[in-house]
């Protein structure tokens, strides 16, 4: 079935780029997702990439999708303490005739001075 | 800006007993999707409906869990009676019919003890 698979933790110093990477089963997804989630928070949706681009920048962050090896990646340029949060990686799925969208567990970045 | 309410945002009970969770979509939304996020865990879909109607439950423990969405508007969600392994934060989200995009509301963190 449809899995999408993360790295669980990355730690970087402030002002660095940060690289969060996720590879995904679905080649059918339309779109793939980065959510960011602050503690105790629900998902607030960072970015987007539709599965025609390669690539997608939007301010400090840059989205990079390989559908060859089904792999994505978030980039953070000049991370901050304020990005310290859980991102989820999320691909869409079409069942029943319904998207449906399915997570990773979530890459927590830890951003020190 | 629009956003998806949710209340209670945090509720502590005791094994057996009810309790019930509320979610208010984003106004002109027609799907509206309740998550349950184990701590450490991507969210994962327990319900999803399209107006007032389930178009998922396929993942909802449906001995114990319901959900309701009346007038296609708010929706409940209801547990009776909670064991421990229902400790999580529930997350309800909603979106445009049709589209992928899916915005989520703050979720209420349960605590069973």
């Known amino acids: 079935g449809e899995d999408v698979e993360q790295s669980l933790f990355l730690s970087v110093r402030e002002g660095d780029s940060s690289v969060i990477n996720c590879t995904y089963t679905d080649s059918s997804s339309t779109y793939l997702y980065w959510y960011k989630q602050e503690p105790g928070a629900g998902l607030q949706l960072l970015t987007y990439?539709?599965?025609?681009?390669d690539m997608k920048q939007d301010q400090r962050l840059t989205v990079l999708l390989n559908k060859k090896d089904k792999h994505l990646s978030l980039r953070i340029a000049d991370t901050q303490t304020g990005d310290s949060a859980i991102y989820f990686c999320a691909e869409t799925y079409l069942s029943g005739g319904y998207n449906k969208l399915i997570f990773g567990a979530g890459t927590r970045l830890a951003v020190h001075p | 800006e629009a956003e998806v309410a949710q209340s209670p945002r945090y509720k502590i009970t005791e094994k057996s007993q009810a309790v019930a969770f509320w979610c208010d979509p984003i106004?002109?939304?027609?799907?509206l999707y309740w998550y349950r996020q184990i701590l450490g865990q991507g969210p994962e879909l327990l319900v999803q409906?399209?107006?007032?109607?389930?178009?998922?439950d396929s993942q909802l423990p449906k001995d114990r869990f319901s959900a309701e969405r009346l007038k296609g508007v708010d929706s409940t969600l209801k547990i009776q009676p909670a064991e421990l392994g229902d400790s999580a934060m529930y997350l309800c989200?909603?979106?445009?019919?049709?589209?992928?995009?899916?915005?989520f509301g703050p979720g209420t963190r349960l605590t069973v003890l």
């Open positions: 409906f399209q107006d007032e109607s389930v178009v998922d």
């Open positions: 106004s002109g939304h027609a799907t």
């Open positions: 989200a909603s979106g445009l019919a049709g589209a992928d995009e899916q915005f």
């Open positions: 990439i539709f599965s025609n681009m």
